[in-house]
């Protein structure tokens, strides 16, 4: 994964936990700061870039990794 300002770790929790949490973290962060989030809910893999879809974040990057994935998005 590329370099980040900030990191989210939502492992455990289900949809839609990671999504809220993302959308609260990244309403405090200014324009062009990166967040990484991991997260263990398969349905993540559906919601994240949909959520970056309909706020107007850019998914960097995505990464499956061992019971879950990664997700690199930029505000």
Same mark, same amino acid.
């Given at each position: 994964m590329m370099p980040h300002d *900030?990191?989210?770790d939502v492992k455990g929790t289900l949809c839609p936990? &990671? %999504?809220i949490k993302a959308k609260k973290m990244l309403a405090k962060m200014s324009a062009?700061? @990166?967040l990484?989030?991991?997260?263990?809910?398969p349905v993540a893999q559906i919601d994240i &870039?949909?959520?970056c879809n309909q706020l107007g974040f850019t998914l960097l990057e995505t990464?499956? %990794?061992d019971g879950g994935? @990664? *997700?690199l998005v930029q505000k």
């Open positions: *900030f990191r989210l936990i &990671p %999504v062009g700061q @990166k990484l989030i991991e997260t263990t809910d &870039p949909h959520m990464a499956a %990794v994935h @990664k *997700f």
